[in-house]
């Protein structure tokens, strides 16, 4: 048995075998005999053609024939007997296999680029494409096919690593980088499974037994038969727990005396849709649309995310989904957007701005979203806007797509258009926005970043990133009191909106709608019924005369319930 610490960023508890993702590059192989190279090739090779196999049967299963079928032309090209002749022949000559697939895709992809053919032009991305993935795999870089339950193990998590993982064989996450805030943690509390990170992660973890302890941050390694069965006995207690909960599932959200709001669900696709039975929810408050985009190698069509949405919206049931665009760049990245390196990924070309220099990545999601908008109650939301001027293109852009979609003689509904306010120029230009919009959205998980000027990924600055600093708390209170006075909606989709500490601040200041990982929503639901809102008023009011995050935090602790 050992027992290692490290810090929380998703409470629970979790029995399980380790499995660790390699996602560090190893150093570039010298060659091997060409027979050795030739055998790694062929290793590759068939790793690739399963791991195809395996990504066109999830892609048949939740979007659809068609939309599997590009993993189905990916098998066959990597199994292509011209492909590995070249491949084969560049190895003979003396070249490592890595650049032997290297040397074969950039031919393959020429031969396709000069024909005449526009369909065969097409093909030359998808034989790069299938060439780096056997790159990555001759290079250990591969996405771990996860077979079973497991507690995943990495280094570091990206978004579009997590966006690959079959959604019920997580069991918790454990890394060695990442914060509260950092996608792994966000997608943790989503699928209500502990998270600990600053663990020290490497492959002598890779099929051990451990706990996972989320609650107290710690991990242990090979535990005896007392720890798991104390452990289990941890789990049965808190599935007690949310069977309790579940008596709330039916009821209103009011608070004591009958204040009403509405606890909405945060969902990055429609594998979320299973978190939303039985989670409470009374709506989506934010889809994170670029998760459609990420785990995959060319941009999805307006077809393949129109089915997306309406999957999701038909789900729904005629209660409202915010679904946000694009918000790709700073953390989340795929390689086929091609994004220029930047010194500053979080203040440069993401969200909006990258979409009104890509006019048509904007178009494709607006139409499929307006389309989606014809079979239920749907909200479009705009992130990363920092003023009127951008609001009123992506507002002309909406109308092109109406235009487009009116000449193409496609339907779409009535919907609500509003904006995500989680930057401080939108704090300062808030009352200007409310005049436009039908609802705010506040994001707190950049706002607290941008207003501290603290990186929300970045653990060793995790003091200042703290929504209880009062310079956030007044940027809130502005904010819901912009929206408040133009009668539009105030909502909060950042992770803030399930702190139990802050909801009473926000009720006061007229938040409506808080939107949240599916599992918190019960919890809050039993928070918000323990206050009255003049209990409410009377916390906000102390908490704003506070000077510092420490005063602030102690205040709220000794008032919770
Ligand atoms: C936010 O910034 O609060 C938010 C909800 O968006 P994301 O976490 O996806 O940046
Ligand atoms: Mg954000």
Redesign the pocket.
Not at 441 to 447: R, V
Not at 493 to 496: D, F, H, I, K, P
């Given at each position: 048995m050992q027992q290692l610490k490290g810090v929380s960023i998703s409470q629970g508890l979790a029995v399980g075998k380790i499995v660790v993702l390699t996602s560090a590059a190893a150093p570039e192989a010298q060659a091997g005999t060409p027979e050795e190279e030739l055998a790694r090739f062929q290793r590759a090779q068939q790793q690739a053609v399963r791991d195809l196999g395996a990504l066109y049967e999830k892609a048949r299963a939740e979007l659809g024939e068609a939309e599997a079928e590009i993993f189905s032309v990916h098998q066959l090209m990597a199994e292509d007997e011209d492909f590995a002749d070249l491949i084969t022949a560049a190895i003979a000559g003396g070249a490592e296999a890595s650049e032997a697939v290297r040397q074969a895709g950039e031919q393959c992809a020429a031969m396709f680029s000069s024909m005449d053919d526009a369909y065969m032009r097409e093909r030359a991305a998808d034989v790069q494409d299938v060439a780096a993935r056997i790159r990555r795999i001759l290079r250990g870089e591969a996405e771990t096919t996860l077979t079973g339950p497991c507690l995943i193990a990495a280094e570091e998590l990206t978004p579009s690593q997590t966006v690959q993982f079959p959604r019920a064989f997580v069991q918790g996450f454990l890394t060695a980088r990442g914060a509260a805030?950092s996608?792994t943690g966000?997608l943790a509390r989503t699928l209500g499974v502990p998270a600990v990170s600053q663990l020290p992660v490497d492959a002598q973890l890779q099929g051990r037994t451990a706990i996972l302890n989320g609650d107290e941050g710690t991990l242990i390694l090979d535990p005896d038969e007392d720890q798991l069965r104390a452990a289990e006995a941890g789990i049965r207690a808190r599935q007690a727990q949310r069977e309790a909960l579940q008596q709330l599932a039916k009821l209103p959200s009011v608070t004591k005396d009958g204040h009403a709001i509405r606890l909405y669900a945060?969902l990055a696709g429609t594998d979320d849709l299973p978190l939303l039975q039985q989670s409470g929810a009374e709506g989506v408050g934010?889809l994170?649309s670029?998760f459609l985009y990420l785990g995959r190698s060319s941009y999805p069509t307006e077809d393949e995310l129109f089915a997306s949405y309406r999957q999701l919206v038909q789900a729904m049931d005629g209660r409202e989904i915010i679904i946000?665009t694009l918000?790709i760049g700073?953390d989340?990245k795929a390689d086929y957007f091609d994004l220029p390196p930047e010194d500053n990924p979080a203040l440069g070309l993401r969200a909006i701005r990258l979409c009104l220099t890509r006019p048509a990545l904007l178009q494709t999601q607006l139409c499929a979203i307006l389309r989606a908008s014809a079979f239920g109650n749907v909200g479009v939301m705009f992130?990363m806007v920092t003023g009127p001027a951008e609001l009123a293109q992506l507002k002309a852009a909406l109308r092109d797509a109406e235009d487009t979609l009116c000449a193409r003689g496609e339907r779409f509904g009535r919907y609500q258009t509003g904006v995500?306010i989680?930057t401080p120029a939108a704090v300062f230009m808030s009352r200007e926005l409310a005049r436009e919009v039908d609802f705010f959205?506040?994001?707190?998980?950049?706002?607290i970043g941008y207003t501290m000027c603290a990186d929300?990924g970045n653990d060793t600055i995790s003091n200042l990133y703290q929504v209880y600093y009062p310079a956030v708390l007044r940027s809130l209170k502005n904010i819901i009191e912009s929206g408040v006075k133009a009668g539009i909606m105030v909502g909060m989709?950042?992770?803030?909106a399930a702190d139990p500490l802050l909801e009473p601040l926000l009720i006061s200041w007229g938040l409506e709608e808080f939107s949240m990982s599916a599992p918190s929503i019960l919890r809050a639901r039993k928070t918000i019924s323990q206050w009255t809102k003049a209990e409410c008023d009377e916390l906000a009011e102390k908490a704003l005369a506070c000077n510092t995050a420490a005063e602030v935090k102690a205040l709220l602790e000794s008032a919770a319930r």
């Open positions: 805030n996608h966000i945060n934010l994170r670029e946000r918000d700073a989340k992130p995500m989680e959205s506040i994001g707190t998980n950049d706002l929300r989709c950042g992770e803030a």
